[in-house]
């Protein structure tokens, strides 16, 4: 059996075809973003997660500064092969390939210039011509400074990844705690993580919603309105929402007093693993200082 | 915007932790006292709005899509403690979970977008406003016109921080060990970014944002801290201070002598001849504790200029903790209307 549309139904409406007018890529853009988010932040932690987070978070410290004390670029390209084979023993791979890949390339790209003896005057190993009569090519100090902070910032972005991949917030904040952030910050930078999921399924509904209201896009005007407004929305959501909370807290007896939690006590394997990254470390470190 | 771990030098980010540290304990310790318990929740939810705002692509005039950072739009709102506290968090939240910005970096970041950019939103506000009532034009254009300039101002401490690197840190045979490119370089590409994309899109969100919440009366709950600069001198003597601190080494690196401040010997060569008053005023006063920025001796240059710097950084910051206290003493100023 078929069906046929009434005439009204099936003639195009008037009015729909608006030129000057250009699809939401700034939609598109936002949402991809914001369910990017849900979905991290929906993500169990990986393996590794029964180490001390407090082992995980000082020893994550020190690595990079180890990194960032570094000057030989063999060394800390090793180094973040090692750290990237962790990550991905750790289960953080596919977050190694969302975070650390997109930054290494626009890190790559972005110090290129830095490599040719316009930007960094020295030794030319590689020739490319000749600009305002003078030879231009790729220089030996600008290729080690390029190699040595993309091997820089992947060690460092991978470290990064495997410490907040394989433990939850709530851990690593009571771990920023121990050892000295403020309470206040501490207590805000975990509640605040808890309502980044309410206030991002928010966002996404209204990002939805306009997206699904919409007919052949906006003029910019239009959109940056729709910006202003859903800004304005959010941040009245924000404000209710806070209400609500500090009177539920404040029923359950919450008087502005920050209690920390009992720390845990440390096992021999905590305390093993903390020691074998360290004296990696400083063995890097060594060598570093070996070959510079 | 985001500086990641890599294009700063350990002893840059130990600065920014040094400033960033004690600039959230005074924002957060003021906070707290002003709402009580109330600040916790409100702290933590205007922490997770600004990580959201920072996801907003927002349509620029140019065609493109750039976002914004929000902590103008806080400050103007809320104040600018709030807004140190909630874009740290943010920032937090940033290097972590999306690796948007370094953990090292973290205090140069927050010294950037959550200390310098509400406290320029919050004074470039006040200068325009004036005593507009809120949510007229006036109120709206210089809360676009304060996220404008406090974006801008957090790209140029961007671009100084990226480009003192290669100056200040190379190995002997000149290798860039951090960022490669000097101030030239970073300085330009900086504004040029922010003057044309990042800014107008902070603009908007800030003005767009603010319109939006004056003309459905939101504004009428809120008790913005705005007007509370004058009652913390601690925190904008800090924020000087991270100018200062962040614009110290500029100076180890900028070639030449500054126009307009040469010694008689250094005009006299230019001019072929010493001015008459100039020679007779020159010499009027000689006991200078620190000559040129340096010992009267002329012994470690490098070490009399960073003791020249943070001693003249610390009366500078003495000299706004005090005019602000007074002030603060004179007459307390609302900014609502």
Redesign the interface.
Known sequence: MTTTLPDWLAAPTVGVDAPQRRPHRFLRKSLGQVERLLAILSEPPGRLADFDPRVKLITALLVLVAFALMHDPRLLSVAAVMVVVGAVAAGAGRALLGIVVPVSVVTAVVMLPATTSLVRPGTIVLPLGSWAEQAVGLTATGLTGWWLVLARVVASLAVVVVLTRTTSWLRLTAALRSIGAPAGFVLIATMAHRYLWVLGRSLADLLQARRARSIGGATGGEDRAFVGGSVGALFVRSNELADQVHQAMTARGFTGRLVDPTPARLRWTDVAWGCAVVAAAVGLLWGDVVVR | MHV????L??ET?AVGLAIAIPA??VA??QV?RQV??????????????S???M???????D?T?AHAV?SA?IAI?MGPAAAV?AT???L??Q?????DG???AYGVNVVNMAILMPLVATVVNRLVAGNSAAGSVRRITAAAIAGYVAILSASIAVGVELGIQ?ALFH?A?????????GLT?TLPAMLFAHLLIAGPAEA??T???????AR?G?LD??EPTSDKLRGNPGLVSLGVLAVLALATPLGLVAQGTAFGEWAPDELGEQLGAIPAGLEQWSSFWTHSVLPDYGFASGDAPVAAYWISALVGSLIVAGFTYGALWLANRRKPVSTTA
């Open positions: 990641p771990d890599g294009y030098s350990p980010c959230i304990a957060s310790r707290m009580k318990g109330r600040a916790v929740p409100k702290l933590a939810m205007l922490s997770a709005f990580f959201l705002i996801m907003f692509n927002l349509p620029i005039p065609g899509t929000g739009l709102v506290i740290a968090v943010a937090l939240f290097a972590l979970i999306f690796g370094g953990v090292l290669p190995t045979d000149g290798t860039a060990l951090f960022n490669p490119y370089a908007i969100i003005g767009a944002g603010y319109g939006f919440l459905t939101q709950g809120i």
